[in-house]
């Protein structure tokens, strides 16, 4: 019995293969931070005297991968592109320096010598610029139009990224609006506008809010949402609400619907 179980354990030992151990790539970097990449290996002791590669690939969203990386064993390492700025660190570690959203993409370590493994995993950069403005203006009725008051509800965010929506909601209820996206070919950063006309008398007094998102990222915070109370009799406390201050916000409009 105790020489089969040796013989098992020889065999498990023996048939261990080339595999990475560590890997990480961060999920989502800031823009002009620092991304930190680390691609480990594990060998058996009869490997390490072969050839080793090891090689960083970046595949760019709808593009095809380019190779950023190589070092071979008893070489010095080398960065083979001068896209992306980084430094070079011990074990394979690369740290992409002061990041942009076009560096986004797909990153992956490959390390081969008889075989071969690799490992992947996407990053993105995000942006969040300038941004979310919500304004609200009334629009003149001219002659022979509708007596019914209307007002203008614009939303604007500039130099974000990735892609990015916004939404406009009343009183935490999303209404239609139409949208304009446009992007810059160099940095990779878009400019969303929105906008929507609506009758006044659904906003008078109401919370307005538009928000900025992206589509292929989950963040949120307080800072990506703009507020207005809107009322024509309470300019002050309107004003007031276009801080981005949800509860405070919620509190004025509880306050006035109250009194009404």
Same mark, same amino acid.
């Given at each position: 019995?105790?020489? *089969?179980?040796?013989?098992?354990?020889?065999?498990?030992?023996?048939?261990?293969?080339?595999?990475?151990?560590?890997?990480?790539?961060?999920?989502?970097?800031?823009?002009?931070?620092?991304?930190?990449?680390r691609c480990e290996y594990d060998l058996k002791p009869e490997e390490l005297k072969k050839v080793i590669f090891v090689?960083?690939?970046?595949?760019?969203?709808?593009?095809?991968?380019?190779?950023?990386?190589?070092?071979?064993?008893?070489?010095?390492?080398?960065?083979?592109?001068?896209?992306?700025?980084?430094?070079?660190?011990?074990?394979?570690?690369?740290?992409?320096?002061?990041?942009?959203?076009?560096?986004?993409?797909?990153?992956?370590? $490959?390390?081969?010598?008889?075989?071969?493994?690799?490992?992947?995993?996407?990053?993105?950069?995000?942006?969040?610029?300038?941004?979310?403005?919500?304004?609200?203006?009334? *629009?003149?009725?001219?002659?022979?139009?509708?007596?019914?008051?209307?007002?203008?509800?614009?939303?604007?965010?500039?130099?974000?990224?990735?892609?990015?929506?916004?939404?406009?909601?009343?009183?935490?209820? $999303?209404?239609?609006?139409?949208?304009?996206?446009?992007?810059?070919?160099?940095?990779?950063?878009?400019?969303?506008?929105?906008?929507?006309?609506? $009758?006044?008398?659904?906003?008078?007094?109401?919370?307005?809010?538009?928000?900025?998102?992206?589509?292929?990222?989950?963040?949120?915070?307080?800072?990506?949402?703009?507020?207005?109370?809107?009322?024509?009799?309470?300019?002050?406390?309107?004003?007031?609400?276009?801080?981005?201050?949800?509860?405070?916000?919620?509190?004025?409009?509880?306050?006035?619907?109250?009194?009404?």
């Amino acid at each position: 019995m105790f020489r *089969v179980c040796c013989l098992i354990l020889f065999l498990v030992a023996d048939t261990r293969q080339l595999s990475i151990t560590k890997f990480s790539v961060p999920q989502s970097v800031e823009v002009g931070h620092n991304a930190e990449l680390r691609c480990e290996y594990d060998l058996k002791p009869e490997e390490l005297k072969k050839v080793i590669f090891v090689k960083w690939w970046w595949r760019p969203f709808g593009e095809d991968k380019q190779q950023i990386y190589q070092r071979t064993v008893g070489q010095p390492a080398k960065s083979t592109q001068h896209t992306i700025d980084m430094q070079i660190k011990e074990n394979d570690t690369l740290v992409l320096l002061n990041i942009h959203p076009n560096a986004s993409g797909i990153y992956e370590c $490959e390390v081969s010598n008889i075989e071969e493994v690799r490992k992947e995993q996407e990053l993105i950069v995000y942006a969040k610029g300038t941004g979310p403005r919500l304004d609200i203006t009334d *629009v003149a009725v001219g002659p022979g139009e509708e007596s019914v008051e209307r007002s203008l509800l614009e939303c604007a965010a500039s130099h974000v990224a990735p892609l990015p929506d916004l939404k406009i909601t009343i009183n935490e209820k $999303e209404i239609n609006v139409t949208k304009n996206i446009k992007k810059s070919d160099d940095d990779g950063l878009y400019d969303i506008f929105a906008n929507t006309t609506i $009758e006044k008398n659904l906003v008078v007094g109401a919370l307005l809010a538009c928000q900025l998102s992206y589509t292929d990222l989950n963040i949120t915070g307080d800072d990506f949402v703009d507020f207005i109370l809107y009322d024509k009799t309470a300019d002050d406390a309107s004003q007031l609400c276009t801080s981005g201050i949800f509860l405070f916000c919620v509190l004025i409009l509880s306050n006035l619907l109250s009194t009404k």
